[in-house]
């Protein structure tokens, strides 16, 4: 379960950052495939097909391939978003469904394995007994926390999803706050994508479907506002921890995974009435006491 968490941890995460202004992002999971995709292919054409054994450089470069990949699929979402106003959900649900395709186009539909040992690392690799994939997303949790709650960027972003025409009179530059965040939000797919490729020691286009819609799960139930404006990174990582929970004592009772993920989004739906009917009850009750 230590092993599994970090990659609904960090998809969840990036949804957070997404949702922060009133947008989604449906790209997340699809990106992380890509991502591993693309490492593997530089690999391939560095090694001349021998991607098991290659050298730290060798490794580095690709890395540094697949993180500007995923920086570029962010880019681009947040480009649209904010400068031609198209709802993120349909950005986001296009440049998912053409990453997806890019990646069976690239893998023809078939699975890919044999990464060399410095990336299987990030998923079963330890240090002092504690899963490295941990301490990664601890790492990121703390720096990320800093960003959003100690940075000006992160009083802007929590401003555009708020207020957007109140920020614009305040002079933030909101266009260039939603593609940073989208561009942040990629940044999580790539961390995603290195423990899946670690925990699996393969790479698939269609690996991890269904945790588009867990992440989504885990900000709604971390408290995070769909609208915008509202939301905390320790509310959504305790909710991944229990989405963790749940999914490893449902695969342990062997359900079969289309009603796993029927599950799920029963529970989005529940927990989307609960807080309308919650919210309608405030809002009489605080009518009638005045």
Not at 216 to 229: D, I, N, Q, R, S
Request: hydrophobic share 55%; charged share 10%.
């Amino acid at each position: 379960m230590m092993y599994q968490m970090p990659t609904i941890g960090f998809m969840a995460i990036g949804m957070l950052i997404a949702e922060l202004t009133g947008g989604i992002n449906l790209s997340i999971v699809a990106a992380a495939n890509f991502n591993g995709i693309v490492i593997h292919v530089v690999l391939k054409s560095l090694t001349m097909g021998d991607t098991v054994n290659a050298s730290n450089g060798q490794v580095y470069i690709a890395l540094l391939i697949g993180l500007l990949a995923c920086i570029l699929i962010g880019f681009i979402n947040g480009l649209l978003i904010s400068k031609l106003k198209i709802p993120a959900l349909l950005v986001t649900l296009g440049m998912s469904t053409l990453l997806q395709g890019l990646s069976i186009l690239i893998t023809m539909g078939y699975t890919i394995s044999g990464f060399p040992e410095q990336i299987t690392w990030f998923g079963v690799g330890e240090v002092i007994g504690i899963p490295v994939s941990i301490i990664l997303f601890i790492v990121v949790v703390f720096v990320l926390h800093f960003i959003l709650d100690r940075t000006v960027y992160g009083k802007q972003l929590y401003m555009t999803g708020a207020n957007p025409e109140a920020a614009r009179f305040s002079n933030v530059n909101t266009d260039k706050v939603i593609i940073v965040e989208y561009i942040l939000s990629a940044f999580l797919s790539f961390f995603a994508s290195m423990v899946m490729i670690g925990q699996m020691n393969s790479v698939k286009a269609d690996y991890y479907e269904s945790y588009v819609l867990i992440a989504v799960l885990a900000t709604f139930l971390g408290g995070v506002k769909p609208t915008g404006g509202f939301g905390k990174l320790f509310g959504t990582v305790m909710a991944s921890i229990i989405l963790q929970l749940i999914s490893t004592g449902l695969n342990l009772k062997r359900f079969d995974p289309y009603l796993v993920t029927a599950i799920w989004g029963s529970i989005i739906i529940l927990v989307l009435f609960g807080r309308e009917i919650s919210n309608k009850i405030l809002h009489k009750l605080r009518r009638s006491a005045k």
